[in-house]
Nanobody, 121 residues
Framework: QVQLVESGGGLVQAGGSLRLSCAAS????????MGWYRQAPGKQRELVAT???????NYADSVKGRFTISRDNAKNTVYLQMNSLRSEDTAVYYC???????????????WGQGTQVTVTS
């Protein structure tokens, strides 16, 4: 079994910062790409940022220069540092990870439960 547990969401004023964390646990042989997505009510889920196992990153244009994705491979954890937050950043944020399981050595995409981020204007 593999689980992704998110933390760090909450309520923040515009211009403020939040740091999201997502820790993977279970039968993990290796974690490949990791990422963050978000979804506002009534809207499509969108990609926010990704980071490869080698540390290469990619960002949505809407968050570029404000958000930073990083990972700690020793802790099987991915982070999203969010600065200069705007009201349009309000959404449920989901982490994901492509995990090679220790038993089967097959790779699957896992998702966290989601954490609410609310930015007041």
């Amino acid at each position: 079994q593999v689980q992704l547990v998110e933390s760090g969401g909450g309520l923040v004023q515009a211009g403020g910062s939040l740091r999201l964390s997502c820790a993977a646990s279970g039968s993990i042989f290796n974690i490949n790409d990791m990422g963050w997505y978000r979804q506002a009510p009534g809207k499509q889920r969108e990609l926010v940022a990704t980071v490869t196992s080698g540390g290469n990153t990619n960002y949505a244009d809407s968050v570029k220069g404000r958000f930073t994705i990083s990972r700690d491979n020793a802790k099987n954890t991915v982070y999203l540092q969010m600065n200069s937050l705007r009201s349009e950043d309000t959404a449920v944020y989901y982490c994901n990870a492509d995990v090679t399981r220790g038993l089967s050595l097959r790779t699957y995409r896992y998702w966290g439960q989601g954490t609410q981020v609310t930015v007041t204007s």
